[in-house]
Each structure stands twice: as C-alpha cells, then as structure tokens.
C-alpha cells in the first residue's frame, strides 16, 4: 500500500484541502517555473483586458447626424443635448446616447396608410381600410369619410423623450379628437365642398394648443385634408346631389357673367348718348352765338355804307349758289336754239406760256 507524505515527511492524516490545491495551481506547483495554469490565467487575463480596451475604446465615440441632435444620459440623469458632429462620451454604458430627428418634418396619417417606396418613384398605399380613423359624424347627421395628415417637427428631444410616455401616440390620440369635433360642428356638404380651408386652420390650432398644455416638444407644421367623401353605402346619392349643385352652380355664373357683359354695356351706351347730346348742344350754342355776332357785324357795316354791303351779300350769295348748278344756258326771245353761256363746273385752266 502507497502512502503519501507532505513536505515535512510526514503522511497527511486526512484528504487535501482542494482550496490549497486551487492556490497550488494559480501559484505554480513546481519550484523550478511558471506552471501550465499560470501561463494560461495570465493570457485570459491580457485577452479580457485587450477586449474592454477595444471596447472601451470603440464606445468613447458618436456620431450625430445633421437631422439630429443627440439627448445624453449619464447614470440614467440627462446631461444635455450635443449637436451634429463627432462626440465623446464615456464608456462602458456610463453615458448613454438617444438620437432624435429634429429638423425632419415627420407626419402621422389617418385614414390611410403611405407604403414604404424607394426614392424616385410614386406613392403606393395601402388597401387596408382605416374606417375606424375616417368615419365621422358631421353636424347634420351625415356619415362622412375625412383622411388627412399631421406634420410636424420636434423642437425640444427632452420634452419629446420625457415629458410623456408616449408622445406619437398622444399626438394621434389629440388629432384624432380635434378633427372629429370639428367636423361635428359643421354640416356634410360645408366639409365636402367650402369647409376644408376653415376645418385645417382651425384642427392645425387646437392640436397645437394641446400640445403646448401637455409641453409635448412638438410643433405641428400642417394639417392637410386629403380625400374628403362620403361612404361608399351612399356614394351614388351623394354624386347625383353634387351633380345637381354643380349645375346650379354653373347656371349662377353664367348668369352673373351675362349681368357683368350686359350692365357696362349698356352703362356705356347711356354715357355716350349724353356725351354725344352735350357736344350737339354745345356746337349749336357756339354756332348759334358765332352767327349772330356775324350777322352783328354785318348790320353794322350796311348802317356805314349800304349799297356797298347790298352789293357784296350780292356776289357772295352768287357765289355760293352758282357753283351748286349743272350747265348755265341763256335763252333769248327769238332765237331757236338755247345758247351756252357759262359751264360753272369747269374750273378755269391756268395760263400756259406769255397769254393771260
């Protein structure tokens, strides 16, 4: 029988303790070297150390991009907001980094769906009906289909991270509610025809005014109406009553556009009428006033010498009638034929040569 002894030779009067032959292990068994388990703890040990440098050193980095801004969490507390560009940090889960995009306008749609598309090519979206967003109930009892879209921009990423568990689907929640008391308030055939400007301004208000209560970080560009129809049970209805508005709506602009030609013109046709009697009673008075001071003048050179001016009204009078007949004949007693005496209508020839 074999019996083992210790150092001192002497047998052990038991088993040995395992902690010792741990530390006999890491420690080194032999007094002549490094044992086999010494060399390989120190390896692990260096590849582990490597490991977190590498780690370390990886995770003292990040990157924001220019639609970003980056919220920074050390030890769970925000630290601040950092700005796009390379930033440090420290390592090790010690600061922890939320990016937020807040210079991109981000939308929530209701009522239907925008597939994902690759840049470049059309909007597709979704088949799936969304009637429990769209349908509403308007003013007058009317079942109407209204889809929009909400745009808006975060402006403060701790408000929006913090300020409320779910801030997106606040936003909807709030939309949802605004849009539906709206159209609540007003008839079917004002939302479907002249209401869409007045419903978007107003829904574009409230929800922000909403926000700003709950101090969101949210600022709400748009709020845009897409399709705006009734359901499909009454479509046919509701096109037969469009038709027949659209009718009488064209039947009202022709009409105005026929009281518009027609006023003028005959506003004009009355201007012109005046104007033209005025310039008749203006040239009457002045030829009027011209002939009587003409006729003034006249009487008062026959008082000075009126043979003379009996003589004169004489020749003018022949002068103005003469040339107003055709060929002047003199007749005289005794003579067969008539004689021509005078062609007034021929104008003189004018001299040629030395005669005159």
């Given at each position: 029988?074999?019996?083992?002894v ?34 390989f ?49 420290l390592?090790?889960g ?6 937020v ?9 209701f ?12 909007s ?11 349908l ?16 808006y ?33 007003m008839?079917?055939s ?19 005014e ?25 479509q ?5 009553v ?8 064209r ?25 033209e ?11 009027a ?24 009204l004489?020749?003018e ?9 055709g ?15 005078l ?12 005669d005159?």
């Open positions: 029988m074999i019996q083992s210790n150092s001192n030779g002497q047998s052990p009067s038991g088993p040995p303790d395992l902690s010792e032959l741990m530390k006999q292990f890491t420690s080194g068994g032999s007094r002549g070297g490094r044992s086999p388990g010494r060399r703890g120190g390896a692990v040990i260096g590849i582990i150390a490597v490991l977190l440098l590498a780690w370390g050193t990886l995770t003292c980095f990040y990157t924001v991009q220019p639609e970003e801004r980056a919220v920074v969490k050390r030890f769970g507390s925000v630290k601040g907001i950092t700005d796009p560009g390379l930033h440090f940090r390592p090790f010690i600061d922890q980094i939320q990016l995009a807040t210079e991109r306008v981000l939308k929530q749609e009522g239907f769906r925008t597939q994902d598309t690759r840049q470049g090519e059309r597709t979206y979704s088949a799936a009906q969304f009637e429990d967003e769209s509403m109930l308007t003013g007058d009892l009317n079942m109407i289909d209204v889809e929009w879209v909400v745009q921009r975060i402006n403060d990423p701790i408000k929006f991270l913090y300020q409320m568990r779910e801030p997106t689907r606040t936003l909807r929640d709030i939309s949802e509610s605004v849009m539906r008391r709206i159209v609540g308030n008839l079917g004002e939302v479907l025809t002249i209401g869409r400007v007045e419903i978007q301004q107003k829904a574009g208000e409230e929800i922000q909403i926000l700003d209560q709950y101090d969101a970080g949210i600022r709400v560009s748009t709020v845009e109406m897409q399709d705006v129809v009734p359901p499909p049970a009454v046919p209805a509701f096109n037969e469009n038709e027949a508005r659209q009718e009488r709506e039947m009202i602009n022709e009409a105005q556009k026929r009281v518009n030609q027609e006023i003028p013109n005959a506003e004009g046709a009355a201007l012109r009428t005046v104007a009697a005025e310039g008749y009673a203006t040239e009457r008075v002045n030829r006033d011209g002939e009587s001071i003409r006729f003034s003048a006249v009487l008062q050179e026959y008082q000075q010498a009126p043979t003379v001016t009996r003589s004169r004489y020749l009078t022949l002068n103005e009638v003469l040339p107003r007949l060929q002047l004949l003199v007749v005289q007693d005794g003579q067969v034929g008539p004689l021509p005496l062609d007034v209508n021929r104008q003189a020839t004018p001299a040629t040569g030395g005159q």
